[in-house]
């Protein structure tokens, strides 16, 4: 059961910036910090933002993560191909005693 | 490197009992979470629970009354059982390391079929 409420999908060309956005609540992004993960088809997640906007060494500056109040976005600026793939965003529930991911956007590029 | 190997049966029969256990080659056991997530088919990402190295264990509100993860320090492993399998339960798992907010390490996923 997903708490957090992404867009199913989202596309750009190649050198374009899109924008995922997920929206939450005040028990989870509101009080807690929000986590993005990629997802390549056939493989697990891969941590790409945590913390609501810090990158893990080796993740390229083109992703960057924000938040403000009970919404958090992911940015990828200069879409590449091999960008496409699913993302999801992620954050304790204090309601919940637990944590809870958003409902997956689908990158494409066109 | 840390990296995290998941192993356990991949076909199960209703009412049956999920086993998969998760080796950890690498880094340092302690002071990290040890989580389990699931996804079934097609679907996005579900938190199971997790436990600390100490053994201090949280579960999914929904799975608590048939989950239990363990921990093995001496071993560098970590365990999930999840009791009375349903076809709902057909999905892929997945071992991860956690810190802080987030998990860093993930396994490579255990598909579980649940069928009669």
């Known amino acids: 059961q997903s708490v957090l409420t992404q867009p199913p999908s989202a596309s750009g060309t190649p050198g374009q910036r899109v924008t995922i956005s997920c929206s939450g609540s005040?028990?989870?992004?509101?009080?807690?910090?929000v986590t993005w993960y990629q997802q390549l088809p056939g493989t697990a997640p891969k941590l790409l933002i945590y913390s609501n906007n810090q990158r893990p060494s080796g993740v390229p500056d083109r992703f960057s993560g924000s938040k403000s109040g009970t919404s958090a976005s992911l940015a990828i600026s200069g879409l590449q191909s091999e960008d496409e793939a699913d993302y999801y965003c992620?954050?304790?529930?204090?309601?919940?005693?637990?944590?809870?991911f958003g409902t997956g956007t689908k990158v494409t590029v066109l | 490197q840390v990296q995290l190997q998941q192993w356990g049966a991949g076909l199960l029969k209703p009412s049956e009992t999920l086993s998969l256990t998760c080796d950890v080659y690498g880094g340092s056991f302690s002071g990290y979470y040890w989580s389990w997530i699931r996804q079934p088919p097609g679907k996005g990402l579900e938190w199971i629970g997790d436990?600390?190295?100490?053994?201090?264990?949280n579960c999914n509100p929904s799975l608590k009354s048939r989950v239990t993860i363990s921990v093995d320090t001496s071993k560098n492993q970590f365990s999930l059982k999840l009791s009375s399998v349903t076809a709902a339960d057909t999905a892929v798992y997945y071992c991860a390391r956690g810190y802080g907010d987030y998990e860093d390490h993930w396994g490579q996923g255990t598909l579980v079929t649940v069928s009669s």
């Open positions: 992620a954050a304790w529930d204090d309601s919940l005693s637990g944590r809870v």
């Open positions: 436990i600390y190295h100490s053994g201090s264990a």
């Open positions: 005040s028990s989870n992004i509101g009080s807690n910090t």
